[in-house]
């Protein structure tokens, strides 16, 4: 499931983006030399997690078929690899492969394999660093984790590839991060706090301050709708209300991922349900275990299975 109000704010908003910019491929990516070569002449099916979505980002080339370096690139190579541990990595790189054979020409498609050859190994290195136990506040842990990341992506990109494709993410978890460090800075009154974070925002470029405006506009929009919903006011009152102020098609996204939600809370009401009478048969631990996948299977994909962990305390 495409996470909540991400077509709105075009990205995570500035915070989120600094606690997740550094994240690496879901442990399913270690498979990712196992299986053989896939032939990719013809177009590799689409997983069920994307059907009915556009790719993201783009793949462009210059007059004389050079590829271009920008972040939508890496983009693009995220939203394919949206579906690791929903389908083998082999498979992931022959889609990525089709995808830039039809936007590219030979020359910058070739370029483009080798930058998502080093991305993916970049982001299975990211999986096995892991620093010790945190400590100290959550800015410091953040700042140090962006540090780590960027030396390690050092590995694999030159200075000028790593500028080209990653400034601007770069950028936005700086500016998250130095806001986060004014926010938790106990020795701020809360009229020097709010001065302090003024005059950083007035640092920014226009495209970082203009990613955080949409982001706090999407959570505006939600607090709205929560507010309405405390109120007692309908489903019909928030579409309303969201419609005004985005558009009638923003509005019909939002209640299509609201309900989404009301779905997933209901499946999971039912796995927790199911969950507990198959603990509490007759059986050992090897035959509840056995009866635990089995449920799984049943009501969920593979890559929702990642999820229940958070749902199973």
Known sequence: MRRRLTWVAGGAAAA????????????????????????????????????????????????????????????????????????????????VEHDLDGRLGPRAARQAKDLFARYVRFKEALTTQRPARP???????????????????????????????????????????????????????????QQRLAELDAQQPASVREAREAS????????????????????????????????REAAN???????EDVAWKARIADYRSQRGAVLASPGDEAAHAAAMAELRNKLFTPDEQRRLAAYEG
């Open 16 to 95: 989120a983006l600094a606690a997740i910019a550094w994240s690496g491929l879901p442990a399913a990516a270690s498979r990712a030399d196992a299986p053989a070569p896939v032939a990719h002449e013809a177009a590799p099916a689409v997983p069920p997690s994307l059907a009915g979505t556009t790719p993201g980002g783009a793949a462009h080339a210059t007059a004389d078929d050079a590829l271009v370096l920008d972040p939508s690139l890496i983009r693009l190579f995220d939203y394919w690899l949206t579906t690791v541990g929903e389908q083998p990595m082999a498979v992931i790189r022959a889609q």
């Open 216 to 247: 706090m506009a999407v959570v505006h929009l939600e607090e709205a709708a929560q507010r309405i919903r405390a109120a007692g006011g309908s489903e019909d009152d928030v579409y309303r209300m969201r419609a005004a102020a985005t558009s």
């Open 253 to 259: 996204r939002l209640a299509e991922v609201d309900r």
């Open 135 to 193: 400590v100290g506040r959550s800015v410091d842990i953040l700042r140090e984790g962006l540090r780590r990341m960027q030396a390690l992506r050092a590995s694999y990109f030159s200075e000028a590839e790593s500028r080209a494709l990653f400034g601007p993410q770069d950028a936005e978890a700086t500016a998250a991060l130095a806001r986060m460090a004014v926010e938790q800075d106990p020795s701020l009154a809360a009229a020097q706090r």
